[in-house]
């Protein structure tokens, strides 16, 4: 059993998971790029350096669904294995040219396993959406058999809507729009320009770069969580001709996801007389970054539901003055 202090959420734990957001939105300059992002590896290593011997622990990278795990399963705190997390998590997003996580041999999409009939996980699986993301990553987080979980994201909204397959009739309706003639001619026209604004992307961010190096900087990260349509937006870029429109989003509402967690957990913890973990956030947010009173309240009862708390974190200088885990004895 240890003290854990994680960014100043405490909490008393004998089996923990740290997941830490390896996306490359973390590393964007209105959140401090790649200095505030040594300072988030640098609490997790230094809050396992002062576990106390055989209290057992993991590391996790999340993008998005993709993940890493330091070990693969939990393992005793000591010194030696505290070497091997600083040696295995310094690479993870030290430069700008190798921002996220990158699927490969050690890096995978983790399958869930409870509940794996219910309609509910069939659509948290079926849907690349901030929502399903979250809820992804919260039930693999929840299955790893732990008593405390702290999140450090770049987003997190709690139990927030979910994106849902479409019915019948929607499907219907959509394939009727989207095989007009008109959005097959203006689409056909989008797509042909998708290299040329790629290259103006590419472009723009050389002449960034230049600029950044000669003052010394580290170079520019983008947001990048929709790929080129996240990069024009952020770089202020237009297109010629817009995409025609995707396919329509319906939702569940976050009511209906805190019922499925309710599943979730008392097949894990509750049916075998455990507690459900202590599930913390640490949410660090550029600046000027938009947080409504909406989501922040689905953030608070998320982690009510998880008997944990969170934390918003603005920017460098909020990151470099919250640090808590080396002062945390054991």
Same mark, same amino acid.
């Given at each position: 059993?240890?003290?854990?202090?994680?960014?100043?959420?405490?909490?008393? &734990?004998?089996?923990?998971?740290?997941?830490? /957001? &390896?996306?490359?939105?973390?590393?964007?300059?209105?959140?401090?790029?790649?200095?505030?992002? #040594?300072?988030?590896? /640098?609490?997790?290593?230094?809050?396992?350096? $002062?576990?106390?011997?055989?209290?057992?622990?993991?590391?996790?990278?999340?993008?998005?669904?993709?993940?890493k795990f330091f070990k693969k399963?939990?393992?005793? &705190?000591?010194?030696?294995?505290?070497?091997?997390? =600083?040696?295995?998590?310094?690479?993870?997003?030290?430069?700008?040219?190798?921002?996220?996580?990158?699927?490969?041999?050690?890096?995978?999409?983790?399958?869930?396993?409870?509940?794996?009939?219910?309609?509910?996980?069939?659509?948290?699986?079926?849907?690349?959406?901030?929502?399903?993301?979250?809820?992804?990553?919260?039930?693999?987080?929840?299955?790893?058999?732990?008593?405390?979980?702290?999140?450090? @994201?770049?987003? *997190?909204?709690?139990?927030?809507?979910?994106? !849902?397959?479409?019915?019948? +009739?929607?499907? @219907? /309706?959509?394939?009727?729009?989207?095989?007009? !003639?008109?959005?097959?001619?203006?689409?056909?026209?989008?797509?042909?320009?998708?290299?040329?604004?790629?290259?103006?992307?590419?472009?723009?961010?050389?002449?960034?770069?230049?600029?950044?190096? #000669?003052?010394? +900087?580290?170079?520019?990260v983008l947001d990048s969580r929709?790929?080129?349509?996240?990069?024009?937006?952020?770089?202020?870029?237009?297109?010629?001709?817009? *995409?025609?429109?995707?396919?329509?989003?319906?939702?569940?509402?976050?009511?209906?996801?805190?019922?499925?967690?309710?599943?979730?957990?008392?097949?894990?913890?509750?049916?075998k007389g455990s507690e459900k973990?202590?599930? $913390?956030?640490?949410?660090?947010?550029?600046?000027?970054?938009?947080?409504?009173?909406?989501?922040?309240?689905?953030?608070?009862?998320?982690?009510?539901?998880?008997?944990?708390?969170?934390?918003? =974190? !603005?920017?460098?200088?909020?990151?470099?003055? @919250?640090?808590?885990?080396?002062?945390?004895?054991?």
């Open positions: 059993m240890s003290d854990i202090s994680v960014f100043g959420l405490k909490t008393r &734990a004998e089996r923990i998971l740290f997941v830490i /957001d &390896a996306n490359s939105q973390m590393l964007t300059d209105a959140k401090g790029g790649l200095k505030s992002y #040594k300072i988030i590896k /640098d609490e997790i290593t230094d809050m396992v350096g $002062n576990l106390s011997a055989g209290t057992l622990f993991n590391v996790m990278m999340a993008d998005r669904r993709n993940s399963q939990l393992v005793p &705190a000591g010194q030696e294995v505290h070497q091997q997390l =600083i040696q295995w998590i310094t690479p993870i997003n030290a430069n700008a040219r190798n921002a996220g996580l990158v699927e490969g041999a050690s890096v995978r999409r983790e399958r869930l396993d409870t509940l794996s009939k219910d309609a509910t996980h069939e659509d948290i699986l079926w849907a690349n959406q901030p929502g399903n993301d979250t809820a992804f990553m919260t039930q693999l987080a929840v299955e790893q058999d732990v008593d405390a979980i702290f999140f450090i @994201a770049g987003y *997190h909204r709690g139990f927030e809507r979910v994106r !849902r397959r479409l019915t019948d +009739q929607e499907e @219907a /309706d959509w394939i009727r729009f989207s095989t007009t !003639r008109k959005y097959q001619d203006q689409l056909a026209e989008h797509e042909k320009e998708v290299p040329i604004m790629q290259n103006r992307i590419n472009y723009k961010m050389k002449v960034i770069n230049e600029e950044r190096r #000669k003052k010394g +900087q580290p170079d520019r929709w790929g080129i349509y996240s990069d024009y937006r952020e770089l202020g870029l237009e297109w010629e001709t817009e *995409h025609p429109g995707w396919r329509p989003d319906y939702f569940l509402e976050s009511r209906e996801i805190e019922k499925y967690f309710k599943k979730v957990v008392d097949i894990l913890y509750t049916n973990p202590s599930v $913390n956030v640490i949410l660090f947010l550029a600046g000027d970054e938009e947080m409504r009173k909406e989501w922040e309240d689905q953030l608070d009862d998320y982690t009510d539901f998880f008997r944990g708390k969170y934390r918003i =974190i !603005r920017g460098l200088a909020e990151i470099s003055n @919250a640090s808590s885990s080396s002062e945390t004895q054991n």
